[in-house]
């Protein structure tokens, strides 16, 4: 997703880290699955970290390889899995509809405030949608 056209007229773009006015929904039916499925992605890697075995992460993670690629393995599986289970919603930084991602869908729906207007629902609490790495 990177563009996505409001009704008011604006067109909600998406092409950049820490936007405000997205966040990802994690259904709540969906939610056991996606712990369970991380879980299961982190047991191995961290059993074999705390045992020293090289060896048994090289297994879980495949080839000989050494632990930054592992690490980087990881990030991608667990991203991969962020992604499958995650909902995109959008809140329009003109007149604050929200727009909900169907699961398993591209489709979004729209709903509106009571009260019109932007209300940064989606930021985080500080405000600050400053990234820091
Ligand atoms: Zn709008």
Redesign the pocket.
Known sequence: MSKLG?????V?VDQTDSLPYKASLLRDEAENAFWEEVHHELKPLMEAAESGDKAAIADAYGELAPWVNATDELESRISSIHAQRMSTVYE??????LWVQKDGSSKFFSYVPDEGGYRAILSVASGDSEHFD
């Open positions: 409001c009704r008011c007229g604006h909600i329009c930084p003109i007149c604050g509809r």
